[in-house]
């Protein structure tokens, strides 16, 4: 799919609104890396920022973050809602061309950002953009066909959703060492479940900013408000009125910089 179809005002604000599960990633990221809670780096990088959430995430264990988006629409809505913070700082940017900082970064997230890119110009982007022991971290997660206690919702996934929605083209490669550029370590890679609640009203916003979803609105093949409105009325048995929790996937990489 081509990165433009993102950059659009709807798909920003439903970005803003998508579920912060970015905070347990960072979380995530403290344990895996052996980090007392309170640890703080000092000048971090999130490529790709999308509405700032991962941003937002980074915030959390760094003291000023930069986010970045190839989409303006993304940044001119990371700057409505951070850019009153001064630790915060926002500009459009292809991820493989990151503008190289006065103080170079300690850490550089990118959630969801490595199936799109040019692997090897965002790798050397990277050497250029990061300190010396500078942390890498790539994750991304995604909804699954998994609800708390429902067999009727992974039945309603596999069998109705994608074959209305199927799953878009996209390289899915993991990485190893032997993927990196000289100057770069794989230190760990780990995957992990989450959990997030939603009433059905919130789910089917959710949807809406799917990839699977959006290729069909973008593509023209649905409205908005009929993808919505067959979401809706699908799942509204399974939801009975309620709130539900979704099963989330995810992975994180640890990539550092060596020191040289």
Known sequence: MDNRSFDSKRIALGYAKRPWLHKS???QLLRDCNLDAAYKFKNG???GCGAGLSTKALRLICDKVT??????SMVEVCRDIYGKDLSYSFYASKAEETTVPENKYDIVTAAGVINWVDEKKFMANMLDVMEDGGLLVIYDFGITDR?????AYTTWYQNEYLKRFPKPFRKENKWTQADLPEGFTMEKQT???MEYTFDLESFVDFMLI???VNAQIEGGNITADEAGEWIEMSLAPIFEQGKKSLIFHGYSWYIRKNNH
Not at 67 to 72: Q, R
Not at 147 to 151: A, E, L, V, W
């Open 45 to 47: 990088l999130d490529v």
């Open 147 to 151: 609800m708390t206690g429902s067999d």
């Open 25 to 27: 990633v960072t979380e």
């Open 191 to 193: 995957e992990y479940d």
């Open 210 to 212: 799917q990839s699977n």
């Open 67 to 72: 986010g970045t988006d190839i989409a303006d």
